[in-house]
C-alpha cells in the first residue's frame, strides 16, 4: 500500500505542475535571419541596405549585403517584421515576415529589380505608405484599424499575396481563428504558384506551423498537429516545432507519440532545458521510472540553478526517491 500511495503523489506532483500553455516562451532575443538579395539574372547584389523594423516593438536594425549578396540579423525575438531592401538603381523591395526567437526562420531569396522596370512590380509610393501605416497600427495594438487597412492594400493590390500574413496576424490577435486560417492558406497558395526557382521551403514551412498555430487556438489538436508535423517534414531543423507536436500529443493523451517528438527537440536543440522536463514527465507517464530520472537529473545539469525547472525536477526527483 505505501508503493502505490507514493505512486499515486508522484502522478498528483505530475498533474499539479503540468502547464496549461502549450507554447514555450524560452529562446527570446536568440533568433537569426539569413537570406540573399539577387538581381533578375540571380546573379548576388552586394551593398544593398537592408533594414528590419519590428510591428509592434521599436526595434530597428541595419544590416549590408556582402559580395556574394548575403546578409544576417541576429539577436531577434519573435514578431513580425518588415524588411525594406535598398540599392541605387534598383526599386525598393518591402517583405514582410514572422519570424521567431527559437525557431529557425525562413532564409528569404530576393529579387531586386531595376527601377526602369519597377512601375509593373514594386510596391507603389501610395500602396508602401498603407503598408508603413498598416504596420504602426498593429504595433500600437489596433488590430482591427491595421486588419482593415491591410484589406484595403490587398483590395487595390491583389497581387500581394503575400500581405495576407500581416492580415492573418491582426486576425489571430482578433481571435478570429477561422478567418486567419483562410487568409495564411491563401498566402501558402500564393507561394506554391511562384516558379520553383522562387521557392523558399522554409517560408513553406513557416506557413504551415503559422496554421497549426491557428487550428491550436481552436482547440482543434488533431488539425494543429497534422499542420506542425506538415511543417517540421518540410523544415525538419526547428527544434520548437517538434516540441510544440510533442506538446500536443502529450495533452491528447498520447505520450509514445510526445517522447518521439520530445527527443526530437533535444537531438536538434540539446541545450534547451524545457524538452528533458518535459520528456521526463512523459516517461513518468508510460510508467518507465529510471528514464524519467535520467531527463529530470538532465534539466539539473544543463539548466542555470536558478531555473524554475530546475526545482520542478528536484521536486519529481525527491517524490520518486520515495518509491520503493
Not at 508603413?132 to 499575396?161: M, S, V
Not at 496576424?169 to 491563401?186: D, H, I
Amino acid at each position: 500500500m505505501k508503493k502505490n500511495a507514493s505512486a499515486v503523489c508522484v502522478v498528483l506532483l505530475f498533474l499539479a505542475i503540468w502547464p496549461t500553455g502549450l507554447f514555450s516562451q524560452e529562446g527570446r532575443g536568440q533568433g537569426r535571419l539569413a537570406g540573399i538579395v539577387v538581381d533578375e539574372a540571380g546573379n548576388p547584389l552586394e551593398g544593398v541596405k537592408i533594414t528590419l523594423r519590428y510591428e509592434r516593438f521599436a526595434n530597428v536594425l541595419t544590416a549590408t549585403s556582402n559580395i556574394n549578396g548575403q546578409w544576417g540579423f541576429i539577436g531577434l525575438g519573435r514578431g513580425v517584421i518588415t524588411l525594406t531592401l535598398e540599392k541605387e538603381g534598383y526599386a525598393e523591395s518591402v517583405l514582410p515576415l514572422q519570424v521567431s526567437g527559437i525557431r529557425a526562420n525562413p532564409q528569404p531569396k530576393i529579387i531586386m529589380k531595376k527601377k526602369a522596370d519597377s512601375a509593373s512590380s514594386g510596391l507603389s509610393d501610395r500602396a508602401r505608405e498603407m503598408l508603413i501605416q498598416g504596420n504602426a497600427l498593429f504595433e500600437e495594438k489596433k488590430f482591427e484599424a491595421a486588419a482593415a487597412l491591410y484589406q484595403d492594400l490587398l483590395d487595390e493590390n491583389p497581387a500581394l499575396y503575400q500581405i495576407r500574413l500581416n492580415l492573418g496576424n491582426c486576425l489571430m490577435e482578433l481571435q478570429k481563428y477561422e478567418e486567419a486560417v483562410m487568409e495564411y492558406q491563401k498566402v501558402l497558395e500564393g507561394v506554391n504558384a511562384e516558379p520553383p526557382e522562387k521557392k523558399d521551403v522554409k517560408i513553406i514551412a513557416q506557413l504551415y506551423a503559422s496554421l497549426g498555430e491557428a487550428y491550436l487556438s481552436q482547440n482543434k489538436f488533431k488539425e494543429a498537429e497534422e499542420h506542425f508535423i506538415k511543417s517540421i517534414e518540410i523544415n525538419p531543423s526547428d527544434s520548437a516545432l517538434a516540441y510544440n507536436v510533442a506538446e500536443i500529443l502529450m495533452q491528447a493523451g498520447n505520450p509514445e507519440g510526445a517522447i518521439r517528438y520530445y527527443e526530437m527537440a533535444i537531438g536538434l536543440k540539446p541545450d534547451w532545458p524545457k524538452p528533458y522536463l518535459k520528456l521526463g514527465y512523459a516517461w513518468l507517464n508510460k510508467g518507465d521510472n529510471p528514464k524519467a530520472l535520467e531527463s529530470f537529473k538532465k534539466v539539473i545539469e544543463i539548466a542555470p540553478p536558478d531555473d524554475p525547472d530546475v526545482a520542478l525536477a528536484k521536486d519529481v526527483i525527491k517524490a520518486l526517491s520515495t518509491i520503493k
